[in-house]
């Protein structure tokens, strides 16, 4: 056949197949962009955790994950960039959690219980309150960075401050200071703790329970509304 000399329903074929293949090329090339991104962010989480965030270096991140140097360029514009992710998607995993708790519907008690086990799981992870430790100081050195980093800890600290005034509200009781400051009480108390326990690595382990008693106390010790 002579070019145009296709029937309109043979074009409309090729046109919808052409589109097809281009898109199946896209997913395939976005697929290995996002697996790269996962294993660097795998990799990352490994390296901060037994390093620190100032003992890890881009080299050591991008061996980790297998790749090169340039690899890990291709996807984070620097060290900061990758420590901002892991720990955005970190607190969006504990927000997710603290809005749990504040959807439950029940008595103050039902909610400590629902608290109670947050900080267990808390706990396990504490090595999350040691790495946030050490980018406080972090962020006190890089103003670009701090930036970053306190919008992440806002969000945070907002839920967390919702959570103690609802449960205060719950318990029939005056909060004894505003729910923001109580909220940076216990962030406090989390990354302290963490301190403390990464320079006691062989006793035994009160990190939960200590912020347990501390907001319990509070409770305890609170005015009636």
């Not at 002579?2 to 309109?8: L, V």
């Not at 050591?60 to 291709?74: D, L, N, P, R, V």
């Not at 600290?157 to 609802?166: H, P, R, T, Y």
Request: glycine residues 6%; aromatic residues 8%; charged residues 25%.
């Amino acid at each position: 056949k002579t070019p145009g000399d296709f029937a309109p329903e043979i074009v409309d074929v090729l046109k919808t197949f052409a589109t097809q293949s281009a898109l199946a090329i896209h997913n395939a090339h976005l697929f290995r962009e996002l697996e790269a991104k996962s294993r660097l962010l795998e990799a990352a989480t490994r390296v901060f955790a037994s390093g620190g965030y100032g003992g890890a270096s881009v080299d050591q991140i991008a061996a980790e994950a297998g790749f090169s140097k340039g690899a890990f360029y291709s996807n984070f514009e620097t060290k900061e960039a990758i420590f901002l992710e892991l720990l955005g998607r970190h607190k969006a995993r504990e927000v997710e959690q603290l809005n749990a708790i504040l959807a439950d519907d029940g008595s103050a008690e039902s909610m400590l219980s629902a608290l109670d086990r947050w900080l267990d799981v808390l706990n396990v992870d504490a090595n999350w309150s040691l790495l946030a430790a050490e980018l406080q100081l972090h962020a006190l050195r890089s103003p670009a960075f701090a930036s970053a980093y306190k919008a992440l800890n806002d969000d945070h600290e907002q839920q967390l401050a919702g959570l103690i005034a609802k449960l205060f509200q719950r318990a029939g009781k005056a909060l004894p200071a505003k729910a923001s400051e109580l909220a940076i009480l216990m962030m406090a108390l989390a990354h302290g703790l963490a301190l403390q326990r990464a320079e006691r690595p062989t006793q035994s382990d009160p990190f939960g329970k200590l912020i347990k008693l501390v907001l319990q106390s509070l409770l305890k010790s609170a005015a009636r509304r």
